[in-house]
C-alpha cells in the first residue's frame, strides 16, 4: 500500500511536469505565430499604401520608418532580409558588422525555399534560455516573395514554473498527508491479517512431540477463509500428533519394559548358575558318613546364601532404579549431609572440602546420600590400580544454587561414550548393572537440579551437580 502510494505521486508528478512542458511549448507556438501573423498584417498594410514599387530594392526605404511604428505597436522585434539572406532593415539598432553577422544561413533559405507557403522556426538554447526564430516570406500583391521576415523570440517560462513548483509543493503535500495515512492504515490493516497468523505461529512454536498437554488446538473467529484453512489443518496435526505420541508413549514404555526384564532375567540368570552347579555337586558328592561333611555343608551353604545376596542386591538395584524420589521438604545442611555420606568410605585418598560450614537446600536425606554414594564409588572404580588414587568432593555456594562437585584422577569417559552415560543400563566397568548414574540422574533432576561431566581421557573426570537453595536462607 505505501508502495503504491510511493509509485502513484512519482508517475503524477512526472505526468504533471511533462503536461506543464506541452502547455508550455503550446503557449510559445500560438504567441509567436500570433505576433507574426499581426506583423505580416502591419507588413502588408504598409505594402498596399506605399508610394514605392513594391520590390526587394525598395524595402529598405518602405521601412525606413515603418518599421519602428509597426515594432511598437506590435511590441515586438522583427528583422527584413533579402531573399538572399542579407539583412536588410531591423527594428532595433544595428551596424554594418551586424549585419554581416545576423545573415541567414544557406540551410535556413534551403528549409524557407522548401515550404514557400509555411513559416520555418528554428530553436536553440543560448546561455541555458530557450530562444526561437521564425522565417517567412514577404510577398508583393502578386504573392510574389520579395523579402524574408525573421521574428526572434525568448521563450520565458519563469511563470510557469513557478506555476508548476507551487503545484507540485502542494501535490507533494497532500500525498505526504496521504502516505501518512497509507502508513498507519498498512500497519493496522497488516496487523489485523497477521493476527490470525500469530497465534498459529505462536501455537506451532508450543507444539511438543513429548507434551500433549501443551498441544492446544486453535479457535479463531472472523477470519478469513485462508486462515480457517491454516488452522483447520493445524488441528489436524494435533489431532494427528496426538495419537502418534500416544502411541509412541505407549511403545516406549513396552519397550523400556522389555528391556527392563531382559536386564533383570540377564542378571539373575547369572547367580543362577553357579547355584544350580553348587547344587548338582553337592548332590553327587553327599555322603551322610564323610566326616568332613559338616565343611563341605558349610561351604555349600556359604555359596548359596552368597548368590542369593548377589540376586537380593540385584531386586534391590532395580527397585531403587525404578523408585522415583519423592520430595520430602526436609531442610538439610548439604555440607554436613555430604560429609556424613563420605564417612561410609574408609579410603584415605578421598578429600572433601567446602567454602561454607552451611548450605540450606530442601530435599530428601537419603537421595542426596545416594547421590554422593553413587558418584564417589563410580570415582573410585574409575581409578587404575597403577595410579595413585584421589578424589576430591567439594560442596560451595553460587548465588541461589548450591554446586556439588566429584573428581577423580581416573581413566575418564571416552568421546564415544558421552552421549550415553546417563542411560539406564549402560556401563563400561565388567561388573554392575549401570543403573547407578541413571538414577543419580533422576534424583537430581526431580529436585529441579542439573548435572554435567568434564572429562579427559587418561586423565580423569568431573561430575558437577547444582540444586536450587532453599528460599530464604541465610
Known amino acids: 500500500m505505501i508502495l503504491l502510494v510511493v509509485v502513484a505521486f512519482v508517475l ?29 498584417a502591419s507588413i502588408n498594410y ?19 520608418e515603418e518599421i519602428y511604428k509597426i515594432a511598437d505597436v506590435q511590441n515586438v522585434s522583427f528583422n527584413i532580409y533579402d531573399l538572399e539572406g542579407d539583412l536588410i532593415k531591423s527594428s532595433r539598432p544595428y551596424s554594418e558588422e551586424d549585419s554581416t553577422i545576423l545573415k ?92 490470525s497468523l500469530k497465534t498459529v505461529s505462536d501455537k506451532l512454536q508450543e507444539t511438543r512431540f513429548s507434551s500433549r498437554a501443551a498441544n492446544k488446538r486453535i479457535m479463531l473467529r472472523h477470519a478469513s477463509e485462508e486462515i480457517y484453512n491454516l488452522v483447520n489443518s493445524y488441528n489436524s496435526m494435533v489431532d494427528v500428533l496426538e495419537e502418534s505420541a500416544v502411541k509412541l508413549a505407549r511403545s516406549e514404555r513396552e519397550q523400556a519394559w522389555r528391556e527392563m526384564a531382559r536386564q533383570v532375567a540377564h542378571e539373575i540368570k547369572n547367580p543362577l548358575t553357579p547355584m544350580r552347579l553348587s547344587v548338582q555337586s553337592f548332590q553327587r558328592k553327599f555322603d551322610p558318613s564323610d566326616p568332613d561333611m559338616e565343611k563341605k555343608l558349610n561351604e555349600f551353604s556359604r555359596t548359596l546364601i552368597q548368590q542369593i545376596d548377589t540376586m537380593s542386591s540385584i531386586a534391590s538395584a532395580f527397585s531403587n532404579f525404578a523408585s522415583m524420589p519423592v520430595q520430602q521438604n526436609e531442610t538439610l545442611n548439604v555440607v554436613e549431609i555430604v560429609r556424613l555420606a563420605l564417612d561410609i568410605f574408609t579410603e584415605d585418598y578421598i578429600v572433601f572440602t567446602a567454602h561454607r560450614e552451611e548450605v540450606i537446600v530442601k530435599m530428601d536425606r537419603t537421595q542426596l546420600v545416594r547421590v554422593i554414594t553413587n558418584l564417589v564409588k563410580n570415582a573410585i572404580q574409575a581409578i587404575p ?35 550415553k552415560i546417563f542411560e539406564p543400563k549402560f556401563t563400561t566397568k565388567t561388573s554392575g548393572m ?8 533422576n534424583i537430581v533432576e526431580n529436585y529441579k537440579g542439573s548435572i554435567n561431566f568434564t572429562s579427559k581421557p587418561g586423565r580423569g573426570t568431573v561430575f558437577t551437580i547444582i540444586f536450587p537453595k532453599a528460599q530464604h536462607n541465610k
Open 46 to 64: 504598409t505594402l498596399e499604401t506605399t508610394t514605392w514599387p513594391v520590390t526587394t530594392e525598395n524595402l529598405q526605404y518602405i521601412f525606413r
Open 385 to 419: 590400580e597403577d595410579r595413585e588414587p584421589k578424589v576430591v568432593v567439594s560442596v560451595c555456594s553460587e548465588g541461589q544454587t548450591v554446586k556439588i562437585t566429584v573428581a577423580d584422577n581416573g581413566i575418564g569417559i571416552a568421546e564415544e561414550n558421552r552421549d
Open 104 to 195: 541567414i544561413s544557406d540551410t535556413i533559405l534551403d528549409k524557407i525555399a522548401m515550404n514557400p507557403r509555411k513559416r520555418y522556426v528554428e530553436r536553440h538554447i543560448a546561455a541555458g534560455d530557450r530562444f526561437r526564430a521564425s522565417y517567412s516570406y514577404i510577398t508583393d500583391m502578386r504573392f510574389k516573395p520579395i523579402g524574408i521576415l525573421n521574428i526572434p523570440y525568448f521563450e520565458d517560462d519563469s511563470f510557469n514554473n513557478k506555476e508548476l513548483r507551487s503545484f507540485l509543493f502542494r501535490l507533494g503535500g497532500v500525498y505526504i498527508f496521504i502516505l501518512i495515512a497509507a502508513i498507519f492504515l498498512a500497519y493496522f490493516i497488516s496487523k489485523y491479517i497477521t493476527r
Open 12 to 40: 503524477i508528478a512526472g505526468v504533471t511536469v511533462l503536461q506543464f512542458k506541452q502547455q508550455s511549448n503550446e503557449y510559445h507556438n500560438e504567441r509567436l505565430e500570433r505576433k507574426e501573423d499581426q506583423v505580416i
Open 434 to 441: 549401570g543403573l547407578g548414574l541413571g538414577m543419580v540422574k
